[in-house]
């Protein structure tokens, strides 16, 4: 795996310390969610992925699109 995926780590946020400090900004996949599981409250809950457009701030849209930049040729 080349280009983009050289540059990202995924950090599952139950695993830190403190994981009360970066709540999600988006639930995905919910259609399978377990029935006690509420999201009522939430802004953004997706039955399965989201768009990066529609979804993501200007900032982390810009953060990607500079990652994709850099990516382009390490293959």
Do not use: C
């Amino acid at each position: 795996m080349g280009g983009i995926r050289n540059s990202i780590r995924f950090i599952r946020v139950g695993t830190l310390d403190d994981p009360g400090r970066l709540p999600p900004d988006v639930h995905i996949f919910t259609t399978t969610k377990l029935p006690w599981v509420n999201l009522s409250n939430e802004e953004h809950v997706e039955d399965v992925f989201y768009d990066y457009e529609t979804t993501w701030s200007q900032d982390n849209l810009a953060r990607r699109q500079e990652m994709l930049e850099a990516a382009k040729g390490k293959t």
